[in-house]
């Protein structure tokens, strides 16, 4: 069998249909220590090549670089509004002592060195970093119209702990109610009332240090060759919008939350773009050292499924390439010439099949959403299955893959069909040749042999030829191969017309 037409498709061009630009992108999340079982708030950060986790700090402005742990302020009281502060936490739920509130205009804002997200290390000299909520409540009601008090910011400190700047108080019908580690205290830090004229408010003087709340980058990951992954980790259960990412380095996000799955999304599928075009770039600069029968057509992470003794489903992340005549499933990026010959596993194309998973969706916008978000329509996911594929290689075996949004999913179906057409068009042996509409039957005997039934074009008739092969299943997918090789080359629009490329991509 040969395959007509001799148009060679470009290599490696992304389809202009599965173009998005690269994000820089800048926003606030949640970041889950699944260790301490708290969420902190942070910044993100998104560039071309870098994701960047920022946290915030207290910077004393004017000395280069430095922030300072400790800060002593002293407060003077007023009668009306005392301290003008609140705040949660306590030795007894594991946390700090923390400012959760400082409310505008009054004696902690005047001082221009308290922040949100301050921990109370000491009252008056007193160490209070062991205290409860209530005792830190009483020793500040009852230490005198002049408070000194020392904090640290606290980068980590759980958001619950947390309230926006200006935030109202309590009303004045909780005032009575006892202080909770949980909730502010606020009222409470007033002190008892005098008839004495108030003081008046401190201020910060122009020879006092000045401080300023900033975002500090913590972490800074490179997108070369990472991956994002929603599972949980050991378990096949994904996360509610939240998701991790993983440098080549090692170097790790842990997990990002958001508030919600549009927002989650946005983020999930920025990173993403950023990683496939970093990847793009790297096969271009990879290929022009190999020959043209060597060049690599597509590759990156995908999450491999697999069944355990217990019949629980295993999560093993794959490194899957498309290169020359090859499917390699790689433990990593291949590097060196050896990195290729280690792989786990190795395929001729034309000797697997790939197959794309029914997608459960509830309504075919679903994934126009997922994939271009802004999208407001009311479509959900109806059992939160991942964008699956499975690479069919015979005898019955399968290896099943995911990835993590429906433009990957696109991509890869693409690259395996332009690859196979490319294998195919270099194959040049040919021992017979007849047309695929002179094919009129077949049949095998379910071990090696099998026989096809061809109308000779002239005769009219049917000419037998018969085949043995070790594998029976390679040589149906190989036919398959040769199959859809011809519709391409006679109708190259075929292929978008068929797929969930143009199903989910182009009706946006």
Request: with cysteine.
């Amino acid at each position: 069998m040969n395959v007509a037409g001799k148009h060679q498709p470009d290599l490696l061009e992304r389809p202009a249909s599965l173009l998005v630009p690269t994000w820089t992108k800048t926003g606030l999340a949640l970041l889950y220590d699944e260790d301490a079982n708290n969420t902190y708030d942070i910044r993100l950060k998104l560039t071309k090549e870098m994701l960047i986790i920022q946290k915030q700090d207290v910077v004393c402005l004017g000395s280069v670089g430095h922030h300072l742990n400790h800060r002593t302020v002293v407060l003077r009281r007023q009668t009306a509004g005392g301290l003008g502060l609140s705040i949660k936490g306590g030795a007894e739920h594991k946390v700090p002592v923390v400012i959760s509130k400082i409310f505008k205009d009054q004696v902690a804002d005047q001082t221009g060195m308290l922040f949100i997200g301050d921990a109370v290390l000491q009252v008056n000299g007193i160490n209070v970093e062991k205290c409860t909520h209530e005792e830190v409540v009483h020793l500040l009601r009852t230490a005198g119209d002049e408070v000194t008090i020392t904090v640290r910011y606290l980068r980590e400190a759980p958001a619950f702990l947390k309230l926006p700047l200006g935030s109202p108080g309590p009303s004045s019908d909780q005032s009575s109610r006892a202080s909770s580690p949980l909730f502010d205290s606020g009222l409470h830090l007033n002190g008892n009332s005098s008839n004495t004229a108030p003081s008046s408010p401190s201020s910060p003087s122009a020879n006092e240090p000045k401080y300023e709340k900033r975002w500090l980058d913590a972490v800074s990951l490179s997108l070369s060759m990472a991956r994002v992954s929603r599972h949980k980790a050991g378990s096949d259960k994904l996360r509610s919008n939240s998701f991790e990412v993983f440098a080549l380095d090692g170097v790790c996000t842990n997990v990002l939350q958001f508030c919600t799955a549009a927002e989650s999304t946005d983020w999930l599928q920025a990173i993403s773009t950023n990683i496939n075009d970093l990847t793009q770039e790297s096969i271009k600069t990879a290929n022009k050292f190999y020959s043209p029968d060597e060049q690599i057509i597509h590759m990156g992470w995908v999450c491999e499924h697999l069944h355990g003794s217990d019949a629980s489903q295993i999560q093993s992340y794959k490194f899957l390439a498309l290169k020359g005549s090859s499917l390699y499933i790689l433990r990593g990026p291949p590097a060196s010439t050896s990195d290729w010959a280690q792989a786990d596993a190795t395929f001729n194309l034309c000797e697997v099949l790939f197959k794309v998973h029914k997608l459960w969706i509830a309504e075919d916008c679903w994934i126009q959403t997922k994939l271009y978000p802004g999208l407001q329509q009311d479509c959900e996911l109806r059992d939160n299955e991942p964008f699956c594929f499975s690479v069919l290689v015979g005898h019955g075996q399968s290896h099943c893959f995911s990835v993590e949004l429906g433009t990957e999913l696109a991509l890869w179906e693409k690259a395996f069909q332009r690859a196979v057409f490319m294998e195919v068009q270099r194959v040049g042996k040919v021992i017979w040749r007849y047309k695929f509409s002179q094919l009129k039957g077949s049949s095998d005997d379910g071990k090696t042999r099998v026989k096809l039934l061809f109308k000779n074009s002239e005769s009219k008739q049917i000419e037998m030829k018969e085949l043995e092969f070790a594998n029976l299943t390679a040589l149906l997918h190989c036919i398959h191969s040769f199959i859809a090789a011809k519709v391409a080359s006679v109708d190259p629009l075929f292929v978008n017309n068929q797929t969930i490329t143009r199903k989910y991509m182009y009706n946006s």
